[in-house]
């Protein structure tokens, strides 16, 4: 986990690049009319066992549960969509007319081992759309992803898909890799080895090299598709097409959550130095409204890993808006100079300005430094004789220019000459 500072030695890690990719992420997913919700950071442990699944590393090895004073079992929110799932079935959003579109930002919590893009604490900007099943939406819903990049100025991001089937092609799927990785029993990793039986797919994304050599003469999902499944991933990519969004059809892709239905697909950027270069991924999950308590009801969305996308736009040099500069600066001298300057920051500050003044009783020369490195736009200067005539002396610190204002007047003058 990691505080996210004023300053930092890593530009990522710094308030203004994280608001900056926050406001980005709300005006993208405003646009695609997406509505922003908020849910709680825990959840019952029940609903992920049930929603992620029971097998998956996420809620075998990688959640915070504890138990609460009244006995029960509570965990920090490993992602998002359980919880979305949770509260659209709660608040019976599935009884208004479709469809919901819904999206969300904040901090997740897995236990994993510590490495470049990937941490304890990490934040994740999600999508969902609920209700429909039209092709049309997974696509919007990738592409959605993509306009984020773009916007941020994040270059080379690739997309892949893939269709990972309806419940019972996946059932056909499991019994035939089953019966491939079988006589490799021996040959594979151990994380490979438990999974062989309970979650045979996840072995085609193993990390060890020799299971990965086995694994890619594995049956392709492919061929077990039933026609809908086959016809909706054609659909997906034409869609795409028209988007003008470029992706590579991967027939190896697997998610980590147990789901999805359909569509899965992932973003990927390079990081040197990270392991992971996946900065999201998502897809369909048209069973889960029901597992959670629901009707039968689908869902389509992504979740993108904000640490990832930060580290990327570092990596690319991406240039970052600054922080809106001071406004003004206010030079005091005396006990009677800083009290009139109360006054005076307050009506700017009530006038949307930003204003400052020294609290430390510095010299003069040393808060026209500070007013250097705040780069105000303007010094105001109130001594002894400003203040027996009601007056200001402000200096535009861009053009040099420097005036005496009355008091009553400094705010539309510095308005006036900001606006210029
Ligand atoms: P996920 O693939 O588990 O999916 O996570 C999505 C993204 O979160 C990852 O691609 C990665 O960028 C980021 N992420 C995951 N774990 C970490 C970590 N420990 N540190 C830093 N970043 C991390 C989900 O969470 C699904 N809820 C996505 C989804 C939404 N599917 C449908 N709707």
Known sequence: M??????DEENWRQVQWWRFVESTAR?????????????????????????????????????????????????????????????????????????????????????????????????????????SFDPALDAEVIALGMQFFEE????????????????????????????????????????????????????????DPHTHEIAMGAPSILEYLSEDSRANLEAVKQYLDILGVNYVQNDRLVRGLDYYTQTAFEYMVDIPGAQASTIGGGGRYNGLVQEVGGPDMPGVGFGVGLERVLLALEEQKVVVPEPSRLDCYMITFDQATKRKSMEL??????????????????????????????????????????????????????????EAVPFDQLVTYIQTEKGR
């Open 27 to 131: 005006t993208v997913a405003e646009r695609f009319r997406f509505q922003e919700v908020r849910t709680p950071l825990v959840e019952y442990t029940e609903l992920f066992k049930r929603g992620v699944g029971d097998t998956t590393d996420i809620v075998e090895k990688e959640m915070y549960t504890f138990t609460d004073r009244a006995g029960r079992s509570i965990s920090l929110r490993p992602e998002g969509t359980a919880g979305i799932v949770r509260s659209f079935v709660g608040h019976k959003v599935y009884a208004q007319p479709q469809p919901t579109k819904w999206f969300y930002m904040g901090p997740m919590y897995r236990y994993e081992r510590q490495q470049v893009g990937r941490y304890r604490q990490f934040h994740q900007l999600g999508v969902e759309a609920f209700g």
């Open 345 to 402: 920051l307050a009506e700017l500050r009530r006038a949307g300005l930003s204003a400052e003044r020294d609290y430390l009783d510095r010299k003069m020369k040393a808060q026209m430094k500070v007013a250097d490195r705040e780069q105000a736009r303007f010094v105001a200067i109130l001594g002894e004789d400003e203040l027996a005539q009601n007056t200001i002396q402000v200096k535009n610190m861009e053009t040099g220019t420097q």
């Open 152 to 207: 941020l100025g994040l270059k080379g991001v690739q997309v892949e898909i893939n269709n990972v089937g309806d419940p019972e092609s996946r059932a056909r799927y499991f019994e035939a890799l089953i019966a491939y990785f079988e006589p490799y029993k021996e040959e594979l990793a151990e994380d490979a080895q438990n999974r062989l039986y309970r979650n045979p797919m996840r072995i085609l994304d193993s990390k």
């Open 2 to 7: 990691f505080d996210v500072m004023p300053k």
